[in-house]
């Protein structure tokens, strides 16, 4: 945290101050975010669980959803943050994760993978945080095998109603923090729609409110 005891934040969406707020955050994550997240990660996991075999995890941060994942996925974690990434290393060390194959430093809107390298791609919270969202997107999907899914846990804005004012007035407090509120489910269908290959094949809330929402993708056959 902070020198000052102040959250840690970010003057603006770029690159380099999203991956300022998240060393930052890197001491307190799973302190802070830990039981926040805890339903999106499981239901994410189960998810590329179903798929299995090379498994993408890109926003990996300190490793938290790594000792979930059955030891016969092959798992890979990218992160932009180098304090968090030391994190999920000393995580992978001291729980004997032998199946883990990989942990980088690496932006999500540039993979330096091969394309179809992952059956499953797995972005938990990290949609609405980097600054590109669509061209982290076209990544998952390159990277992803032709059949293969991407996996989506994501907080989807409100449209209107008290919900949607609300998250308008907190957008740049958030923004600071790593963030956006205001991201409606219109941009990721957007994407889809324009987007060669890909299809929504699953949509559901979370519990216990409904404010974050998993997101299935598939890359067709033919991709």
Known sequence: MAGNGALPTVDDMRTEGVARAYDRWA???????????????????????????????????????????????????????????????????????????????????????????????????????????????????????????IVITTRIGADKGLRGAIESLLSPVVNRLGWRTEFSWQRYQDWVDRTAGVSVIERRPLPPLGHFSLIRLRKSDAA
Do not use: C
């Open 27 to 149: 001491p307190v994550y799973d302190l802070v975010f830990g039981r926040v997240f805890a339903r999106g990660r499981s239901a994410a996991i189960a998810a590329a669980e179903r798929v299995g075999g090379r498994i993408l995890e890109v926003g990996v941060g300190t490793g938290i959803s790594l000792p979930q994942y059955s030891a016969r996925s092959r798992l890979v974690g990218v992160d932009l943050s180098a304090p968090m990434l030391e994190k999920a290393r000393e995580r992978v060390a001291d729980l004997a994760l032998r199946n883990v194959e990989q942990l980088e430093v690496m932006d999500a809107e540039h993979l330096a993978f091969a394309d179809a390298s992952f059956d499953v791609v797995v972005a938990q919270y990290v949609v609405t945080a980097v600054p590109n969202p669509e061209a982290a997107l076209d990544e998952f999907l390159r990277v992803a095998r032709p059949g293969g899914e």
